[in-house]
């Protein structure tokens, strides 16, 4: 089976540090169980919405086997495929496609760049609604962990590939959607408008210069949280290493100078490299977990048992036990908590969840956390205490 050089999926990678495409070429693939049910997850919707179903037949379940809160994600993506298709239904030429094959090749004479003729992958969905001169290019994510944006490096490519299929229709806008439905926080869909030219317009600024880098005598190397997380050579590159070296040292160089000898500047552009040293620290110490779990030897490490809390070995029988003991009154035994609002909705169904129901739940605020400046949550607002005490005096 072929695979893309330069794939959609890799490009957040690739445009940052182009270096790493040629660093990683020969480094062996691994997978993990939470790829694979990613994967499977994507199999189940491609066949609900290529079956034109509303709901996951119970065969379906059935062939795929998924976990329920898989099962719950399906659903939220057939419910809101639903209601995009919904919201287009007057127009007669609307028309969707699953699980396509998209290509940049036709792109490669126009800009004088073969090296787009290598950058392919497959697109989850789209719908071309060409009354509204509009188009949808649409991924899934089934991770529930980090979030992602829609105005993403692996979108822009997917757009720019359906694009060059569509030689019929006219297309004005294009909207970049990822659907995160088993997302712990955030915004399970989100959606980013742009346009041809402008997706044109990055291709040449911003992925041409990255793939012709790539394939330079002396390419650009850049380690960052988002360049590093998926990169096969991410414990062993000598970039990110000197990178966390270079950090290491400001912790003590910063540490020495508190708290009286550091001004805000200084602070701020330390506070700027520790996520990706912890990262760094991190992912050495997962390498090294795994070498001694492989049966290999470690010197001066091993790995022990950490804290084990007891419990029941078959809690059918001990409740069996200590009910026919006559001791206890049942109650006495067991505990009982009321759901949380996440698992009541899903026993009701969102769609009957009412006003009342909405007017139960609040969300308190959560911990202050420190966090870049180009993060997209909005700042907290701290008054002084003098501020404060302002308030209360004319």
Request: charged share 30%; glycine share 4%; net charge neutral.
């Given at each position: ?94 028309y969707e496609v699953i699980e396509q094959k998209v290509y940049l090749t036709s792109y490669a004479e126009h800009t004088g760049c073969e090296l787009l003729c290598d950058v392919y992958g497959t ?272």
């Open positions: 089976m072929l695979h893309s050089k330069f794939s959609p999926s890799q490009l957040p990678r690739i445009v940052i540090c182009p270096g790493s495409v040629e660093s990683t070429k020969d480094i062996a693939k691994t997978t993990s169980i939470y790829a694979q049910d990613g994967t499977t997850a994507h199999s189940m919707t491609e066949e609900c919405l290529t079956l034109n179903e509303h709901t996951i037949p119970d065969l379906t379940k059935k062939k795929f086997n998924m976990a329920p809160d898989y099962e719950d994600a399906v659903q939220e993506v057939l419910d809101w495929v639903s209601a995009l298709k919904l919201k287009h239904a007057e127009c007669e030429n609307m697109l989850d969905y789209s719908l071309v609604v060409p009354e509204e001169e509009l188009l949808y290019v649409i991924d899934w994510k089934f991770g529930a962990g980090e979030e992602v944006y829609p105005e993403s490096e692996q979108l822009k490519a997917y757009a720019l590939g359906r694009l060059a299929a569509l030689t019929k229709v006219k297309i004005k806008h294009v909207i970049l959607v990822i659907g995160q439905p088993r997302l712990y926080s955030g915004e399970l869909f989100k959606m980013h408008e742009t346009t041809p030219n402008s997706l044109f317009t990055w291709m040449q600024q911003s992925l041409i210069p990255a793939l012709n880098n790539s394939q330079s005598k002396h390419p650009i190397f850049q380690p960052s949280a988002k360049s590093c997380r998926w990169c096969a050579r991410k414990n062993f590159c000598k970039y990110r290493k000197n990178q966390a070296l270079k950090a290491a040292a400001s912790v003590f160089a910063i540490h020495a100078k508190l708290p009286d000898k550091t001004d805000e500047e200084e602070l701020a552009e330390f506070l700027y490299q520790i996520p990706d040293l912890k990262k760094y620290i991190s992912d050495i110490e997962l390498y090294a977990h795994n070498i001694i779990l492989n049966g290999k030897e470690l010197p001066g490490f091993k790995l022990v048992a950490g804290r084990s809390i007891r419990k029941w070995g078959n809690e059918t029988a001990a409740k069996k036990y200590y009910v026919e003991l006559d001791d206890y009154d049942f109650e006495d035994l067991t505990i009982t908590k009321f759901k949380s609002p996440t698992q009541i909705e899903k026993l009701v169904g969102k769609k009957n969840v009412t006003d009342e129901m909405k007017a139960l739940v609040v969300k308190p605020p959560g911990k202050p956390t420190l966090v870049r400046e180009t993060d997209r949550r909005e700042p907290l607002i701290f008054e002084t205490a003098t501020e404060k005490f302002a308030k209360f005096v004319d």
